[in-house]
C-alpha cells in the first residue's frame, strides 16, 4: 500500500507563484512513478507533470515552461512548482503515484487533492 499527502494549494493572483508538495509512505520502493493530475469543475482529470524513480519527466503541452516537478528522495516527496500562474490553472490538483504488481499491470493511487485557485 502507498499514502499519498498533498499540501501547498491556495489562493493566488495570475502570474503567481506556488510550490505543492507531495510525501509518499508505505510501499514507496515498489513505485514506478509519480506525478500530479489536476481536475477543474466539469472537467475530467489531466495529467500535469510526471517522474520517474529513474528521474525521468513529462509535463502537459500547457504548463511545459512554467511548472517543474521535482523530487527529494531522502525526504519521499515529489513537489511542483507552479510559476506564471494563469487562471485556467483553477483546479483540485492530485498527486498520483503509479504501482506495478506484475509486468504488465499497474494500479494507481491517489493522495486527497489540494485546491489550486488563480485569480485574474
Known amino acids: 500500500q502507498v499514502q499519498l499527502v498533498e499540501s501547498g494549494g491556495g489562493l493566488v493572483q495570475a502570474g503567481g507563484s506556488l510550490r505543492l508538495s507531495c510525501v509518499a509512505s508505505g510501499s514507496i520502493f515498489s513505485i514506478n512513478a509519480m506525478g500530479w493530475y489536476r481536475q477543474a469543475p466539469g472537467k475530467q482529470r489531466e495529467l500535469v507533470a510526471a517522474i520517474t524513480r529513474v528521474g525521468d519527466t513529462n509535463y502537459a503541452d500547457s504548463v511545459k515552461g512554467r511548472f517543474t516537478i521535482s523530487r527529494d528522495n531522502a525526504k519521499n516527496t515529489v513537489y511542483l512548482q507552479m510559476n506564471s500562474l494563469k487562471p485556467e490553472d483553477t483546479a483540485v490538483y492530485y498527486c498520483?503515484?503509479?504501482?506495478?504488481?506484475?509486468?504488465?499491470?499497474?494500479?494507481?493511487?491517489w493522495g486527497q487533492g489540494t485546491q489550486v485557485i488563480v485569480s485574474s
Open positions: 498520483n503515484a503509479k504501482v506495478g504488481l506484475l509486468r504488465s499491470v499497474v494500479i494507481d493511487y
